[in-house]
């Protein structure tokens, strides 16, 4: 093969790379059993779903898998995250591409409620380890039908009690009782630390 040839073919192979990152294949389209397994009941489970979510440019799904204490540190509120990931995307071009990313490691740190979940991204021009830690969040809900009535943070200590085992939580607010059909109360894995150098 001549050079021109070759000069010809490695012009093409670029601009093909150049079209796929700025067409914004860096990360494929999740698919629906992605979307269903979606959750936070391990470490592990809420950082593959928060990869999904990056993956699917849904930010309003990444902002529920953050932890009280890091919305608290990007505003409290989603407009506060959006920044924060724009100024994230800056430093990081290949934050996209770590939806691609496989765990390849979940450590627990200290005597329990925190994990550092390690992943990888290989793929084109990016070959590169990150480390997301995770937190346990207690949380309380209260639904009337399909609607969330109220919901907040709070301790997840059940006691048992004459044979019964007894859940506490914060008494509502403005709904009634009466309106309740279901309550929600327990741990979940949420993030807390976002995108780490490995180390």
Same mark, same amino acid.
């Given at each position: ?78 407009? $506060? *995250?959006?920044? /924060? ?8 071009? +290949?934050?996209? !591409?770590? =939806?691609?990313? @496989? ?48 919901? $907040? *943070?709070?301790? /997840? ?8 085992? +007894?859940?506490? !939580?914060? =008494?509502?607010? @403005? ?25």
């Amino acid at each position: 093969m001549s050079r021109a040839t070759l000069a010809r073919a490695a012009r093409a192979n670029f601009l093909a790379a150049v079209l796929c990152v700025s067409g914004g294949c860096l990360a494929p389209r999740p698919s629906p059993d992605q979307w269903m397994e979606f959750g936070y009941a391990s470490p592990d489970a809420t950082v593959r779903s928060f990869l999904t979510a990056l993956a699917g440019d849904r930010p309003d799904l990444e902002y529920l898998c953050l932890s009280r204490d890091l919305k608290e540190r990007t505003d409290g509120n989603l407009l $506060g *995250y959006l920044v /924060f990931r724009d100024e994230l995307k800056r430093q990081m071009p +290949w934050l996209k !591409a770590a =939806a691609r990313a @496989e765990i390849v490691g979940v450590e627990p740190v200290g005597s329990g409620g925190r994990a550092r979940v390690t992943a990888r991204v290989d793929w084109m021009f990016w070959d590169e380890s990150f480390v997301i830690e995770v937190v346990s969040d207690e949380f309380y809900e209260y639904w009337s039908g399909a609607d969330l009535l109220e919901d $907040g *943070y709070g301790s /997840f200590a059940p006691l048992e009690r004459d044979g019964t085992v +007894w859940f506490a !939580a914060p =008494a509502l607010e @403005e709904a009634e009782l009466s309106d309740v059909t279901q309550a929600r109360q327990g741990r979940e894995w949420k993030i807390d630390s976002l995108l780490l150098p490995d180390s």
